[in-house]
């Protein structure tokens, strides 16, 4: 079985553009719960665009297990990861200028800030995996970091255009894949995943978890705009008929 762990960020990108309290990620987790997701995911970003604090402490009791933190291997985070304690932290790069996380980690220049991390959140008994581009330079140097996992990037598999490009792509996150788990590392997969192309990347041998957003916030509020909006006109009437 492959988990999903669903992606609300976009739930809190929406609540953020009125900066209210709906949509409320913690009910589109629930949500997505009881529709037999695997997990959660949120991405705390340094500049708290969309998912907030209180968000990631009211999520902590409401998901039960799989409740994956992706963050940035900063201290502050970190410590807010301790206290919190995720079931799992995906440490990922972040700069503020970018629309999304572009491209994975790179665990070979920033080793050592990595590896701290890494150290403490191990002593707060959270599962670490690292995003990583599909690299087998990446792949061997988390194994020799000690995490239990890995995520790799999908981005340029879900950006390919040409079939002979989506072929290559597909074989570089199999050759990742397989190199991963000669390492015994558990493979997650992530970014730009939809309902289109994630068959191909599910049919890799040993992928175990995929984290995917924006793709199901999207098509949510596209399936939810029928009833959205009947209600709406329901709410309307209901005022009107009251007219005196
Ligand atoms: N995995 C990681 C590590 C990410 O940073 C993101 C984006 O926040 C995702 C998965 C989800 O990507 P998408 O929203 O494109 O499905």
């Known amino acids: 079985m492959i988990r999903l762990g669903v992606n609300i960020d976009h739930v809190a990108t929406l609540r953020q553009a009125r900066r209210g309290q709906e949509p409320d990620p913690v009910a589109a987790a629930v949500l997505a719960l009881l529709a037999d997701a695997d997990g959660i995911t949120v991405h705390l970003r340094e500049d708290r665009r969309h998912i907030q604090d209180r968000d990631v402490h009211l999520l902590r009791p409401v998901v039960p297990h799989h409740f994956n933190l992706e963050m940035a291997a900063v201290e502050a985070v ?122 191909a990347v599910a049919a890799i041998p040993g992928v175990e978890e995929f984290n995917i957003g924006h793709s199901i916030v999207s098509r949510a509020v596209l399936v939810g705009m029928e009833r959205a909006v009947r209600e709406m006109k329901a709410a309307i009437q209901q005022g009107y008929e009251e007219r005196p």
């Open 78 to 199: 970190t410590d807010m990861a301790c206290l919190v304690k995720p079931d799992q932290v995906t440490l990922v790069p972040e700069r503020r200028e970018e629309l999304t996380t572009e491209g994975g980690l790179d665990i070979i220049t920033h080793q050592l800030p990595i590896g701290r991390a890494i150290e403490r959140l191990h002593a707060a008994g959270i599962a670490v995996s690292l995003f990583i581009d599909p690299e087998e330079n990446q792949v061997a140097m988390a194994h020799k970091l000690g995490v239990a996992a890995i995520e790799i990037q999908t981005a340029r598999y879900s950006e390919a255009r040409t079939a002979q490009e989506i072929d290559l792509q597909l074989a570089t996150l199999r050759r990742a894949t397989a190199c991963a788990l000669a390492l015994k590392l558990h493979v997650h997969m992530g970014h730009g995943l939809n309902y289109h192309n994630v068959q």
